[in-house]
């Protein structure tokens, strides 16, 4: 059973333009969520992360939205630019839970075009 | 600040042969994991380690054993390589109580 579903699995934005990656999750337990920006050749790396006690959450061009209500929350990347080229993945996690308290979408690959 | 160190970065290992995975933190976190990364597939979570001394199965186990040889240490061995094995292998921790995990920089390991 996928516990986080993650779309799409690929995005080409052209450069300056918003790039939107979509996280569903089914546990309710879960009460942080993380994406991961990954770069070719190296390990993922915290980018941003939200609880869901907040519906957004902005660090300069990346923005969060958060529905709790729906179990849905997304990553927004405005202003894209060339250097936003990487794979993301969002996640889910809580507190010990064992395997299922780090939970991890399939990822996307995002291509900003010049 | 070396995070989450390890080693080696690449490795050739022909069917059969065996070898480990070492993996380090000096974040003084509790859990730490193992994950294997294929293209399209995400990152599979193969075992973890909820604390010092306890060990448990991901989901995908099969053909990996572990150690978690201090608070510092866990390693990923694989006794008998298999061409299905080939991949990018992330450690990764996580502080008690902490939600996010801190990654290493992987191992790209090739079975031929």
């Known amino acids: 059973q996928q516990q986080v579903k993650q779309s799409p699995q690929s995005l080409i934005v052209q450069k300056g333009g918003i790039s939107i990656i979509n996280c569903a999750y089914e546990?309710?337990?879960?009460?942080?969520f993380p994406w991961y920006q990954q770069f070719p050749g190296k390990g993922p790396a915290l980018l941003i992360a939200i609880r869901p006690d907040v519906s957004e959450k902005k660090e300069g061009r990346f923005t969060i939205s958060f529905n709790k209500s729906a179990k849905q929350f997304s990553l927004h990347i405005m202003d894209s630019q060339p250097g936003d080229s990487a794979t993301y993945f969002c996640a889910a996690s809580f507190e010990g839970g064992g395997a299922d308290g780090l939970t991890f979408g399939k990822g996307t690959h995002l291509i900003i075009q010049p | 600040n070396a995070g989450v160190t390890q080693t080696p970065k690449f490795q050739v290992l022909k069917t059969g042969q065996s070898m480990t995975l070492q993996c380090a933190q000096d974040?003084?976190?509790?859990?730490m994991y193992w994950y294997r990364q294929d293209p399209g597939m995400g990152l599979r979570l193969i075992y973890y380690?909820?604390?010092?001394?306890?060990?448990d199965k991901g989901e995908v186990p099969n053909g990996y054993n572990v150690s978690r040889l201090n608070k510092r240490e866990f390693s990923l061995r694989l006794e008998s390589a298999a061409p299905s094995q080939t991949s990018v292998y992330f450690c990764a921790s996580r502080r008690q109580g902490g939600r996010g995990a801190f990654f290493g920089q992987g191992t790209r390991l090739t079975v031929v």
């Open positions: 380690s909820a604390s010092e001394g306890t060990t």
């Open positions: 546990n309710t337990a879960f009460d942080y």
């Open positions: 974040m003084n976190h509790n859990s």
